[in-house]
Structures are given as structure tokens and as C-alpha cells.
């Protein structure tokens, strides 16, 4: 699995945050960071996180 984050649609509400802590995180300057190849076993978290992006910005590929 890998996740793919818009970062020109992201604005960094934080939606995902919440969702899937484990890969998604914001930064020391207040920006969205990720894991682009997180283990499987969170792919239902990573789901439930592109799902609540109010932007539509989180793309999951297989």
C-alpha cells in the first residue's frame, strides 16, 4: 500500500490526524507529514483517514 497526500489540495486540517496517528503527523513547522508505505495492517485506519479529508487529498495505491 502507499499513500499519496495532495499537498497543493491539503490544508492541513487534520482530519487524517486523528484518523490514523500511526501515518499521519504534523511537522515541527505546523505542516502535514506521512509514512508513504505504511504496514498493511493500517490500511483500515488509512482508509478511514483519506475518507474524513474534508479536501479529498489522500489517495491510497495498491
Given at each position: 500500500m502507499k499513500v499519496v497526500v495532495d499537498m497543493n489540495k491539503c490544508q492541513d486540517h487534520g482530519q487524517c490526524v486523528f484518523a490514523a496517528p500511526d501515518v499521519f503527523r504534523f511537522d515541527d513547522t505546523g505542516r502535514l507529514a506521512h509514512l508513504s508505505d505504511p504496514?498493511?495492517?493500517?490500511?483500515?485506519?488509512?482508509?478511514?483517514?483519506?475518507?474524513?479529508?474534508?479536501l479529498q487529498a489522500i489517495r491510497i495505491e495498491d
Open positions: 504496514d498493511e495492517a493500517l490500511r483500515e485506519e488509512v482508509e478511514e483517514a483519506a475518507d474524513v479529508c474534508p
